[in-house]
């Protein structure tokens, strides 16, 4: 587990170690191509293909995309239901062609509101990765940064009740194992295609040192050209954690 960007100041290149994805605009590319929102949706899973291959090659050791919120059952039925069967057809294909290229899947969220297929295909797609190191690829679903702070303190106070006594030992190295993604660094670049220009409720915790990069660009159109884009705007970031311009430039 890595220390948080609070406490600790992390070694920074170039080239984002840990980076996070918003990947918007699926619906909105579709209906200004007059296609039902579902085509989207599809076409988005081919910017994933793409956008990993990249990451692989750019040298990014963690990629975490978030593909379904706590928020998304508010959607149509139909549209749910299509996101749904669409994730368990990924897994089915894509698992053998990540395992291949030396990519570790995990899924991070509440997965007891999926279908037990669904689970099992989750499963065992971790299960096959899980020797694999030349990419850590998480996707979140039915994931909330609200949930994940609640599942964690709920885990920590299972763990050790002497905190509802003894609030003064709760610190962030005490809640910080029971987060989702505790087996990562937090994330160095965070980019959200589509327009918008908010976090969503996308790893609250995780984010509080990370630069944020927007984009027009929907996610079906988005490839390894954004992402070069994106990686040189970060490139040109002074990441200061709290300290100075002039700290930063004694450093050797």
Not at 144 to 153: E, K, M, N, S, V
Request: positive net charge.
């Amino acid at each position: 587990m890595s220390v948080s960007s609070t406490q600790s100041i992390p070694v920074c290149s170039d080239i984002p170690r840990h980076l996070a994805i918003i990947m918007d605009g699926n619906g909105r590319w579709a209906t200004r191509r007059m296609l039902p929102r579902t085509a989207g949706h599809m076409r988005g899973v081919q910017a994933v293909r793409r956008v990993v291959e990249a990451c692989g090659r750019q040298g990014v050791e963690y990629l975490t995309l978030f593909a379904f919120s706590s928020e998304n059952w508010r959607r149509p039925q139909e549209e749910v239901s299509l996101l749904m069967r669409l994730f368990v057809q990924t897994l089915e294909k894509e698992v053998g062609k990540l395992s291949d290229q030396g990519v570790r899947l995990r899924v991070v969220g509440d997965l007891r509101a999926f279908e037990p297929r669904l689970r099992d295909l989750i499963r065992a797609a971790e299960d096959r990765t899980q020797h694999n190191s030349a990419l850590q690829l998480t996707i979140a679903a039915n994931y909330g940064g609200r949930w994940d702070i609640l599942q964690a303190t709920r885990q920590l106070l299972l763990s050790r009740p002497e905190l509802l006594t003894q609030p003064e030992l709760l610190d962030e190295n005490a809640l910080s194992p029971y987060l989702s993604m505790a087996y990562a660094p937090e994330p160095d670049l965070f980019i959200r295609t589509g327009g918008e220009q908010r976090i969503s409720n996308f790893l609250i915790w995780q984010l509080a040192y990370t630069e944020l990069y927007f984009t027009e660009s929907y996610w079906p159109d988005f490839g390894a050209k954004d992402l070069q884009a994106a990686f040189q705007w970060y490139a040109n970031r002074e990441r200061r954690f709290g300290r100075t311009s002039a700290q930063i430039a004694l450093q050797p």
